[in-house]
């Protein structure tokens, strides 16, 4: 159960140890020393290459395992043409180039357009990199991370950290996302024996 140490504990606790976890780990700090360069407007680094890392760290797994890409969010809505997004997507593909795993950039200003052709449902019209993770499908995905002006780790947690620390993937039914909670649900305990899921 060792696992569990930090379940429990006060937010700020687990914001200091979170943050020391993906700090500690070389491929989510090259992740974020890259996305910090690439100088996008209102970027985000959120979701599995940070649970997942954190999960590693304390189940004993090697940096990286696990995990399929790092995605890394930023708002723009000064154009929101498919072809000013690839754009960005083409030169952080080069900026990104050495990097144990992919980076999926995605302009958040752009989601309401192409979500319902891909998943049949609205979302909502976000206004800034942040907001989108309040809609993941499970609370215990919704985590982001990046450089502030200062050079210091911000960190965007709308539900919190301990479902993260407590190995416990929880729904988010601000939408219909079960199939999504569930099918991601069960990806990570093939992964994570010790997680547990609750059902949507």
Known sequence: MDHLRYSGLPFEA????????????????????????????????????LYNTVWNHLTGKPSGYGIRDVDLFYFDDADLSYEAEDAVIRRAAVHFEGLPLPVEVRNQARVHLWYPRKFGQSCPRYTNSSEPISHFASKTHAVGVRYDTDGQLDLVAPFGLDDVFSFCITPNRVMDNRQTHETKGARARENWPEISVVPW
Do not use: N
Request: glycine share 2%; hydrophobic share 60%; charged share 20%.
């Open 14 to 49: 687990q914001r200091v140890v979170f943050l020391d976890i993906v700090l500690a780990d070389a491929l989510v700090r090259e992740a974020l020393a890259r996305a910090h360069t690439l100088d996008l407007p209102d970027w985000l680094v959120v979701s599995g290459a």
